[in-house]
């Protein structure tokens, strides 16, 4: 487990190019047959991922959790970006294609992960916070999800947000879960930008072409900075920061957020002439 530490707004602006990626930026979630995850303190949040190919991978406890299973106090929300797999939920099995979506609620004692093909593996990626009670296992295609279609073409920014873990949708303890996917020609995210103090995200940019990237704007509207991430890269955001990006292509990136409310428009608008 990889932990990462609150930042401070004040300590942000001291911090390099190669600091900023230490402390926000989590680049090898996908790696095969490992089960990889980072656990921040900002609102405890557990970022992971995992590529099965030659067996069946389990979701453990770790003794930073101070628990007997991993969900003992936690709910768990896993969106496959790869080929076809399975989660193994207790007795019950999930089959998962593609960018569908699988809530897992607090209690579920084994938790593992498995590839339909090992030569086409799939690819779980995970968001898993705190929870105060037990809501039922709910698994959603695209479908299923609340869908907002957004943007214009003159503003490069097309897209379609689907909310997967989402009060309108299913219920959850504080998880709030999507995938927003842009149009070809569109590159921008969430510009103009917001910040929602009560509530941290976490953004994991994929479906990115090989040799593409996307500039990943965080940091305090008049200090912003920017990462560099690719493709199957993640970005954790502290609730002051704010969170957009612009990619040398389009792509499709799944958000999660955890913290004092769920209401997805809950969220502090930056005009474009306070940026700096």
Known sequence: MDIRYAIH?????????????????????????????VYCH?????????????????LKVTKELGVDSFLERRELGIINIGSKGVVFVDSKEYMMEKKECLYIGMGSKEISFK????????????????????YP???LSMNDAQSLHLGAPEKANVRTIYQFIHPKVLNSCQLVMGMTVLEPNSI?????????????????????????????????????????????QAVLSPSWSI???????????IWGMAGENQTFTDMDEIPMAVLG
């Open 115 to 134: 590839s339909f093909d090992k030569n086409n593996p799939a690819k779980f990626y995970f968001n898993s916070t705190p929870a105060h009670f037990s």
């Open 188 to 232: 921008w995210n969430t510009m103009p930008c917001h910040t929602h103090d009560r509530r941290m995200e976490v953004y994991l940019y994929f479906d990115l072409p090989k040799d593409a990237l996307v500039f990943h704007l965080l940091g305090e509207p008049r200090e912003t900075r920017h990462i560099v991430v690719r493709n199957e």
């Open 9 to 37: 707004p004040d300590h942000m602006k001291r911090l390099d190019t190669n600091e900023i990626r230490k402390h926000f930026l989590m680049d090898r979630l996908f790696e095969k047959d490992k089960l990889n995850m």
């Open 243 to 253: 969170h957009s990006g612009v990619g040398t292509s389009h792509y499709t990136f």
């Open 137 to 139: 296992d709910v698994k």
């Open 42 to 58: 900002i609102d405890r949040v557990i970022v992971g991922g995992t590529c099965p190919t030659d067996k069946k991978l389990e």
